[in-house]
């Protein structure tokens, strides 16, 4: 396998020459934050729309979010001033296991703390406060995204002016913590994982991806886009094909130490941790919220937002139907746009 390329380099890197301290206890003696802006503040300073991404994205969010963000679309950076940073731990620009170690001049490797959802928003905080941005108009985060966009909101919550967290959760479930084990189990089963090198463990992490994709989709997704149509194949299926590309094509793009991080990182996810209940940190979130569900999502399935909305002060819940189980709040451009712009125009119900 070749070496994975990490292309989507930043417009900009923060760097904070100052210790940071994870939710740990370990400290990291600095910090670089990978981030892209997209348009340009106003004079009121109320345009700004952060996202957050999810476990394998980047702060480049006008390619992965094409149909959200972008000219003409709901997004528009001749409109909005558009901010997604890379959050701690990846491999796309921020402090993570492919940086330096000035301990030893070499990447950290597995030797990289172990971060959490919390020790990601603190990051974002930082640059928050370094842009010189005291509101922001409208956090956007699906997945792994919006468990940071959440537990920001409950760290900050005079910040956001409203959030929309899509497809995601107040607490890691067992079952999506038992899926990033498996994911886990598949990475160590590599030997080349306990290697010092940036392409170490890339047939684990071809292997994590595969067992990852089948938690993004579904039965229903697979029946429609990978049936054969033939009864006389014995081998050689689509759907074989179709998960050894996908577990491929991530080995070129990304690391098998920082995604077993995030991993963990994800499954740290607990807004309620320290705060008394579930309940009562989301009755601490003042801005106003959306929360989007996906109707075949098996890794954060809709009872989960429901339990977002239901215990979010007035915050409203909005369904889709769609086939592409979790992975539809990256496809279903047409249907989030008008639930999202009946939202931020105060007309949904």
């Given at each position: 396998?070749?070496?994975?390329?990490?292309?989507?380099?930043?417009?900009?890197?923060?760097?904070?020459?100052?210790?940071?301290?994870?939710?740990?206890?370990?400290?990291?003696?600095?910090?670089?934050?990978?981030?892209?802006?997209?348009?340009?503040?106003?004079?009121?300073?109320?345009?700004?729309?952060?996202?957050?991404?999810?476990?394998?994205?980047?702060?480049?969010?006008?390619?992965?979010?094409?149909?959200?963000?972008?000219?003409?679309?709901?997004?528009?950076?001749?409109?909005?001033?558009?901010?997604?940073?890379?959050?701690?731990?990846?491999?796309?620009?921020?402090?993570?296991?492919?940086?330096?170690?000035?301990?030893?001049?070499?990447?950290?490797?597995?030797?990289?703390?172990?971060?959490?959802?919390?020790?990601?928003?603190?990051a974002h905080i930082l640059l928050r406060k370094e842009l010189g941005i005291e509101k922001i108009h409208v956090g956007?985060?699906?997945?792994?995204?919006?468990?940071?966009?959440?537990?920001?909101?409950?760290?900050?919550?005079?910040?956001?002016?409203?959030?929309?967290?899509?497809?995601?959760?107040?607490?890691?479930?067992?079952?999506?913590?038992?899926?990033?084990?498996?994911?886990?189990?598949?990475?160590?089963?590599?030997?080349?994982?306990?290697?010092?090198?940036?392409?170490?463990?890339?047939?684990?992490?071809?292997?994590?991806?595969?067992?990852?994709?089948?938690?993004?989709?579904?039965?229903?997704?697979?029946?429609?886009?990978?049936?054969?149509?033939?009864?006389?194949?014995?081998?050689?299926?689509?759907?074989?094909?179709?998960?050894?590309?996908?577990?491929?094509?991530?080995?070129?793009?990304?690391?098998?130490?920082?995604?077993?991080?995030?991993?963990?990182?994800?499954?740290?996810?607990?807004?309620?941790?320290?705060?008394?209940?579930?309940?009562?940190?989301?009755?601490?979130?003042?801005?106003?919220?959306?929360?989007?569900?996906?109707?075949?999502?098996?890794?954060?399935?809709?009872?989960?937002?429901?339990?977002?909305?239901?215990?979010?002060?007035?915050?409203?819940?909005?369904?889709?139907?769609?086939?592409?189980?979790?992975?539809?709040?990256?496809?279903?451009?047409?249907a989030l746009t008008d639930i999202l712009q009946e939202f931020l125009h105060g007309v949904h119900a």
């Amino acid at each position: 396998m070749s070496m994975p390329q990490f292309i989507s380099t930043p417009h900009q890197t923060l760097r904070i020459d100052a210790p940071f301290s994870l939710e740990s206890g370990i400290t990291l003696p600095a910090l670089e934050i990978g981030y892209h802006i997209y348009g340009k503040l106003n004079a009121a300073r109320d345009n700004v729309v952060w996202v957050c991404h999810a476990l394998t994205g980047n702060s480049d969010a006008a390619v992965w979010w094409d149909g959200l963000i972008g000219k003409g679309r709901l997004f528009d950076p001749e409109e909005y001033c558009i901010i997604c940073a890379n959050m701690l731990g990846s491999c796309y620009g921020s402090s993570g296991a492919s940086s330096i170690n000035p301990s030893t001049s070499t990447p950290y490797f597995r030797l990289f703390p172990q971060v959490t959802v919390r020790d990601m928003v603190r990051a974002h905080i930082l640059l928050r406060k370094e842009l010189g941005i005291e509101k922001i108009h409208v956090g956007l985060g699906g997945s792994m995204g919006g468990q940071q966009l959440l537990e920001w909101a409950i760290q900050e919550p005079t910040v956001f002016e409203a959030i929309i967290p899509m497809a995601t959760n107040a607490k890691h479930s067992p079952w999506g913590i038992a899926f990033n084990e498996s994911q886990r189990l598949a990475l160590e089963a590599d030997a080349t994982f306990f290697e010092d090198r940036l392409d170490a463990g890339l047939a684990g992490l071809k292997a994590a991806r595969s067992i990852g994709i089948l938690s993004y989709r579904n039965y229903e997704t697979f029946g429609k886009t990978q049936s054969e149509t033939t009864d006389e194949k014995v081998d050689g299926y689509r759907a074989s094909s179709y998960q050894s590309y996908q577990g491929e094509k991530l080995t070129r793009r990304f690391n098998a130490h920082s995604y077993w991080q995030l991993s963990k990182a994800m499954d740290s996810h607990n807004v309620g941790r320290g705060r008394g209940s579930l309940e009562e940190a989301l009755a601490q979130i003042q801005a106003r919220t959306l929360i989007v569900g996906i109707s075949t999502d098996i890794l954060f399935p809709p009872e989960e937002q429901r339990f977002l909305a239901a215990h979010i002060p007035e915050a409203e819940y909005v369904e889709i139907t769609s086939p592409y189980g979790h992975d539809g709040f990256l496809i279903e451009f047409a249907a989030l746009t008008d639930i999202l712009q009946e939202f931020l125009h105060g007309v949904h119900a």
